[in-house]
């Protein structure tokens, strides 16, 4: 088989990875944009992209291509607040907007209920279970 085979062989898997979305070396960098609050009353016990309920006292966060398990610091850039996030959903799918936020980690960044200006970090992947 020659080379010229072997990548069009290759060429249909390497353009799906392509699609996925961010090289995962990437997404680890800082990124800042919207974030916005999930509607409590709307998602509370739910069941999330990772299986896990919603629950609006937890420090849950939806984004869309970071790995589930992964611990994000998530500042304000109107009050400086930080909080710490654990990445277990998809979302948002707003264009904009990077982050989700559970209400608790909302009011722990001085956000509310609105949308704010943010920077996300992260800061470790967590192994979980498939």
Known sequence: MTAIHLWRGALP?????????PHPALAFEPQRGTASVYDADQFAGRQMANGDR????AN???HRHLPFGTVVSVTNLRTGASTIVVISDRGPFIPGRII???PRSARAIGMGIG????????????AQAP
């Open 100 to 102: 989700d936020l559970s």
């Open 13 to 21: 898997a390497l353009l799906a990875l392509a699609c996925l979305g």
């Open 54 to 57: 919603f629950d609006p006292a």
């Open 60 to 62: 849950h966060a939806a």
């Open 115 to 126: 949308l704010a200006p943010v920077e996300i970090r992260p800061l470790e992947e967590v």
